[in-house]
Protein backbone atom coordinates (compact mmCIF):
# COMPACT_ATOMS: atom_id res chain seq x y z
CA UNK A 1 0.00 0.00 0.00
CA UNK A 2 2.66 2.87 -1.64
CA UNK A 3 -0.12 5.56 -1.76
CA UNK A 4 -0.82 6.39 2.02
CA UNK A 5 -2.41 9.51 1.37
CA UNK A 6 -5.93 10.46 2.27
CA UNK A 7 -6.44 6.53 3.74
CA UNK A 8 -7.52 5.68 7.24
CA UNK A 9 -5.32 4.30 9.99
CA UNK A 10 -6.92 3.07 12.76
CA UNK A 11 -4.06 2.74 15.87
CA UNK A 12 -4.67 1.15 19.02
CA UNK A 13 -3.31 1.86 22.55
CA UNK A 14 -2.20 5.20 20.56
CA UNK A 15 -2.73 7.26 23.15
CA UNK A 16 0.76 7.39 24.42
CA UNK A 17 4.09 5.11 23.97
CA UNK A 18 4.24 3.69 20.35
CA UNK A 19 0.79 3.63 19.32
CA UNK A 20 1.49 7.22 19.76
CA UNK A 21 4.46 7.23 17.66
CA UNK A 22 2.84 5.27 14.99
CA UNK A 23 -0.64 7.84 15.02
CA UNK A 24 1.87 10.82 14.12
CA UNK A 25 3.71 9.10 11.39
CA UNK A 26 0.52 8.06 10.14
CA UNK A 27 -0.86 11.42 10.25
CA UNK A 28 2.52 12.64 8.73
CA UNK A 29 1.94 10.42 5.68
CA UNK A 30 -1.19 11.85 5.52
CA UNK A 31 -3.54 9.88 6.63
CA UNK A 32 -6.85 10.13 8.47
CA UNK A 33 -6.29 8.50 12.04
CA UNK A 34 -8.11 6.66 14.62
CA UNK A 35 -6.32 7.38 17.97
CA UNK A 36 -7.91 4.53 19.80
CA UNK A 37 -7.09 3.66 23.57
CA UNK A 38 -8.69 2.31 26.71
CA UNK A 39 -7.74 6.05 28.26
CA UNK A 40 -9.95 8.08 26.60
CA UNK A 41 -8.45 11.38 27.76
CA UNK A 42 -4.58 10.42 26.71
CA UNK A 43 -6.22 9.43 23.10
CA UNK A 44 -8.08 12.84 22.60
CA UNK A 45 -5.07 14.95 23.92
CA UNK A 46 -3.28 13.42 20.72
CA UNK A 47 -6.25 13.51 18.33
CA UNK A 48 -6.56 17.08 19.05
CA UNK A 49 -3.53 17.88 18.72
CA UNK A 50 -3.38 15.64 15.19
CA UNK A 51 -6.22 18.32 13.85
CA UNK A 52 -9.55 17.56 11.95
CA UNK A 53 -8.51 14.14 10.08
CA UNK A 54 -8.32 12.74 13.35
CA UNK A 55 -10.88 11.11 16.24
CA UNK A 56 -10.17 9.61 19.53
CA UNK A 57 -12.03 6.56 20.74
CA UNK A 58 -12.11 4.79 23.93
CA UNK A 59 -11.56 0.85 23.35
CA UNK A 60 -10.73 -2.05 25.41
CA UNK A 61 -8.97 -4.18 23.35
CA UNK A 62 -9.58 -7.41 25.74
CA UNK A 63 -13.55 -7.11 24.32
CA UNK A 64 -14.43 -8.52 21.31
CA UNK A 65 -17.87 -6.40 21.47
CA UNK A 66 -15.21 -3.30 22.19
CA UNK A 67 -13.24 -3.64 18.99
CA UNK A 68 -16.24 -3.99 16.73
CA UNK A 69 -17.43 -0.94 17.95
CA UNK A 70 -14.20 0.66 17.04
CA UNK A 71 -14.55 -0.63 13.83
CA UNK A 72 -18.12 0.79 13.37
CA UNK A 73 -17.81 4.06 14.63
CA UNK A 74 -14.35 4.37 12.37
CA UNK A 75 -16.46 3.27 9.59
CA UNK A 76 -19.50 6.07 10.41
CA UNK A 77 -16.46 8.74 10.52
CA UNK A 78 -14.25 8.47 7.69
CA UNK A 79 -16.30 5.39 5.82
CA UNK A 80 -13.41 2.84 5.31
CA UNK A 81 -10.27 1.72 6.87
CA UNK A 82 -6.99 0.89 4.90
CA UNK A 83 -4.91 0.40 8.02
CA UNK A 84 -5.19 -1.46 11.50
CA UNK A 85 -2.48 -1.28 14.03
CA UNK A 86 -3.06 -3.62 16.52
CA UNK A 87 -0.67 -2.13 18.90
CA UNK A 88 -2.18 -1.68 22.55
CA UNK A 89 -0.25 -3.60 24.75
CA UNK A 90 0.83 -4.34 28.61
CA UNK A 91 3.77 -5.55 30.53
CA UNK A 92 4.22 -7.48 33.59
CA UNK A 93 7.75 -8.89 35.17
CA UNK A 94 7.30 -11.88 36.70
CA UNK A 95 8.70 -15.14 36.86
CA UNK A 96 6.07 -17.88 36.05
CA UNK A 97 7.10 -20.22 39.32
CA UNK A 98 5.28 -17.58 41.50
CA UNK A 99 2.92 -15.61 38.86
CA UNK A 100 -0.60 -15.29 39.87
CA UNK A 101 -3.04 -16.72 37.27
CA UNK A 102 -4.71 -13.50 37.33
CA UNK A 103 -0.89 -11.86 35.84
CA UNK A 104 -1.26 -14.32 32.82
CA UNK A 105 -4.57 -13.50 32.18
CA UNK A 106 -4.23 -9.70 31.91
CA UNK A 107 -1.47 -10.23 29.99
CA UNK A 108 -3.34 -12.44 27.41
CA UNK A 109 -6.16 -10.26 27.42
CA UNK A 110 -4.39 -7.62 26.30
CA UNK A 111 -1.69 -8.44 24.37
CA UNK A 112 -2.87 -11.64 22.28
CA UNK A 113 -6.51 -11.43 22.25
CA UNK A 114 -6.44 -7.55 21.35
CA UNK A 115 -4.58 -8.78 18.34
CA UNK A 116 -7.18 -11.60 17.88
CA UNK A 117 -9.74 -9.30 18.36
CA UNK A 118 -8.32 -6.69 16.37
CA UNK A 119 -8.18 -9.23 12.97
CA UNK A 120 -11.50 -10.83 13.73
CA UNK A 121 -13.02 -7.23 13.23
CA UNK A 122 -11.26 -5.59 10.45
CA UNK A 123 -9.80 -8.25 8.30
CA UNK A 124 -13.05 -9.28 6.54
CA UNK A 125 -13.53 -5.38 5.68
CA UNK A 126 -9.84 -5.85 4.13
CA UNK A 127 -10.22 -8.58 2.43
CA UNK A 128 -13.63 -7.26 0.99
CA UNK A 129 -11.91 -4.05 -0.37
CA UNK A 130 -8.76 -6.11 -1.45
CA UNK A 131 -6.91 -3.29 -0.51
CA UNK A 132 -5.58 -2.50 3.51
CA UNK A 133 -2.42 -3.61 5.85
CA UNK A 134 -1.90 -5.10 9.33
CA UNK A 135 0.59 -4.41 11.74
CA UNK A 136 0.81 -6.17 14.78
CA UNK A 137 3.01 -5.23 17.72
CA UNK A 138 4.65 -7.33 19.04
CA UNK A 139 8.40 -6.99 20.78
CA UNK A 140 12.01 -8.54 20.33
CA UNK A 141 10.42 -10.04 23.10
CA UNK A 142 8.21 -12.09 20.25
CA UNK A 143 11.96 -13.16 19.36
CA UNK A 144 13.83 -13.94 22.21
CA UNK A 145 12.93 -15.27 25.44
CA UNK A 146 13.87 -14.96 29.30
CA UNK A 147 13.53 -14.37 32.99
CA UNK A 148 11.46 -12.09 34.15
CA UNK A 149 9.58 -11.53 31.24
CA UNK A 150 8.85 -15.23 30.35
CA UNK A 151 5.04 -14.30 30.78
CA UNK A 152 4.90 -10.87 28.37
CA UNK A 153 7.33 -13.07 25.68
CA UNK A 154 4.61 -15.93 25.80
CA UNK A 155 2.13 -13.55 24.34
CA UNK A 156 4.34 -11.90 21.84
CA UNK A 157 5.77 -15.29 20.66
CA UNK A 158 2.36 -16.02 19.49
CA UNK A 159 1.75 -12.21 18.34
CA UNK A 160 4.57 -13.43 15.42
CA UNK A 161 3.39 -17.12 15.14
CA UNK A 162 -0.23 -15.23 14.06
CA UNK A 163 1.01 -12.96 12.15
CA UNK A 164 3.34 -15.20 10.25
CA UNK A 165 0.65 -17.41 9.73
CA UNK A 166 -1.44 -14.28 8.19
CA UNK A 167 0.98 -13.12 6.13
CA UNK A 168 0.59 -16.29 4.14
CA UNK A 169 -2.97 -16.64 4.46
CA UNK A 170 -3.94 -13.30 2.99
CA UNK A 171 -0.86 -12.58 0.40
CA UNK A 172 -3.24 -13.42 -2.55
CA UNK A 173 -5.47 -10.80 -1.36
CA UNK A 174 -4.42 -7.20 -1.69
CA UNK A 175 -4.16 -7.49 2.35
CA UNK A 176 -0.25 -6.61 3.72
CA UNK A 177 1.28 -7.82 7.03
CA UNK A 178 3.69 -6.61 9.01
CA UNK A 179 4.65 -7.28 12.73
CA UNK A 180 6.40 -5.08 14.76
CA UNK A 181 9.48 -5.78 16.89
CA UNK A 182 10.63 -3.48 19.01
CA UNK A 183 13.49 -3.38 21.50
CA UNK A 184 13.23 -0.62 24.23
CA UNK A 185 11.72 2.37 23.38
CA UNK A 186 11.06 5.23 25.21
CA UNK A 187 7.15 4.98 26.61
CA UNK A 188 5.37 4.61 29.49
CA UNK A 189 4.36 0.95 29.32
CA UNK A 190 5.13 -0.27 32.36
CA UNK A 191 3.94 2.61 34.41
CA UNK A 192 0.85 2.63 32.09
CA UNK A 193 0.26 -1.31 32.52
CA UNK A 194 -0.20 -0.99 36.44
CA UNK A 195 -2.46 2.04 35.52
CA UNK A 196 -5.41 0.53 33.72
CA UNK A 197 -4.96 -2.92 34.92
CA UNK A 198 -8.53 -3.95 35.87
CA UNK A 199 -9.04 -4.79 39.49
CA UNK A 200 -10.43 -8.12 39.20
CA UNK A 201 -7.20 -8.86 37.44
CA UNK A 202 -5.04 -7.48 39.89
CA UNK A 203 -3.19 -10.25 41.59
CA UNK A 204 -2.13 -8.07 44.40
CA UNK A 205 1.45 -9.03 44.05
CA UNK A 206 5.13 -6.94 43.86
CA UNK A 207 6.77 -9.34 41.96
CA UNK A 208 9.55 -6.82 42.20
CA UNK A 209 11.55 -7.62 39.25
CA UNK A 210 13.55 -5.29 37.28
CA UNK A 211 11.22 -3.31 34.65
CA UNK A 212 13.02 -3.06 31.09
CA UNK A 213 15.15 0.38 30.74
CA UNK A 214 12.52 2.29 28.59
CA UNK A 215 13.73 5.63 29.25
CA UNK A 216 16.98 4.94 27.56
CA UNK A 217 15.11 3.37 24.65
CA UNK A 218 14.55 5.18 20.87
CA UNK A 219 11.89 7.59 20.30
CA UNK A 220 7.81 6.59 19.88
CA UNK A 221 8.09 8.61 16.63
CA UNK A 222 11.08 6.85 14.92
CA UNK A 223 9.71 3.43 15.17
CA UNK A 224 6.40 5.05 13.81
CA UNK A 225 7.79 6.39 10.63
CA UNK A 226 9.69 2.64 10.43
CA UNK A 227 6.58 1.31 10.57
CA UNK A 228 5.01 3.52 7.77
CA UNK A 229 7.85 2.77 5.66
CA UNK A 230 7.12 -1.09 6.16
CA UNK A 231 3.54 -0.73 5.41
CA UNK A 232 4.58 1.41 2.06
CA UNK A 233 7.03 -1.10 1.35
CA UNK A 234 4.97 -4.45 2.04
CA UNK A 235 7.77 -5.74 5.11
CA UNK A 236 6.78 -8.06 7.49
CA UNK A 237 9.24 -7.77 9.72
CA UNK A 238 9.99 -4.53 11.80
CA UNK A 239 12.97 -4.88 13.95
CA UNK A 240 13.88 -1.28 15.29
CA UNK A 241 17.07 -2.49 17.01
CA UNK A 242 20.03 -4.71 15.38
CA UNK A 243 21.97 -5.34 18.60
CA UNK A 244 20.05 -8.46 19.23
CA UNK A 245 20.94 -10.11 16.03
CA UNK A 246 23.60 -12.33 17.59
CA UNK A 247 21.09 -13.36 20.49
CA UNK A 248 18.98 -13.78 17.69
CA UNK A 249 21.47 -16.07 15.74
CA UNK A 250 22.14 -18.01 18.75
CA UNK A 251 18.35 -19.21 19.29
CA UNK A 252 17.89 -20.01 15.39
CA UNK A 253 21.36 -21.79 15.28
CA UNK A 254 20.33 -24.13 18.53
CA UNK A 255 17.39 -24.76 16.30
CA UNK A 256 19.42 -26.15 12.99
CA UNK A 257 21.89 -27.94 15.54
CA UNK A 258 18.84 -29.89 16.82
CA UNK A 259 17.13 -30.70 13.38
CA UNK A 260 21.25 -31.56 12.50
CA UNK A 261 21.24 -34.28 15.61
CA UNK A 262 18.16 -35.51 14.89
CA UNK A 263 19.14 -36.56 10.99
CA UNK A 264 22.53 -37.74 12.27
CA UNK A 265 21.05 -40.10 14.81
CA UNK A 266 17.73 -40.96 13.42
CA UNK A 267 18.41 -40.83 9.57
CA UNK A 268 16.62 -37.56 7.59
CA UNK A 269 12.74 -37.58 7.33
CA UNK A 270 13.17 -35.55 4.60
CA UNK A 271 10.49 -36.88 1.83
CA UNK A 272 9.07 -39.50 4.11
CA UNK A 273 5.29 -39.65 5.31
CA UNK A 274 5.23 -40.18 8.81
Not at 47 to 67: C, F, I, Q
Not at 200 to 207: A, K, P, Q, V
Request: net charge negative.
Amino acid sequence: MQDLDGKVAVVTGAGSGIGEGIARAAAGAGMKVVVADIDLEKAQAVAADLGDNAMAYKVDVSSLVSVEALRDATLERFGGVHLLCNNAGVWIGAMMHDADIKDWQYLINVNLYGVIHGVKAFLPLLVAQGEGHIVNTASMGGLISGPPEGLYTTTKFAVVGLSEALVMEVADKGVGVSVLCPGLVNTNLITQSFAVRPEELNSGIDHQQVAPDVANGISPLSVGEQVMDAVREGSFYVITHDDYRDIIAMRHDGILAALDAHAQRYGSTSGKVV
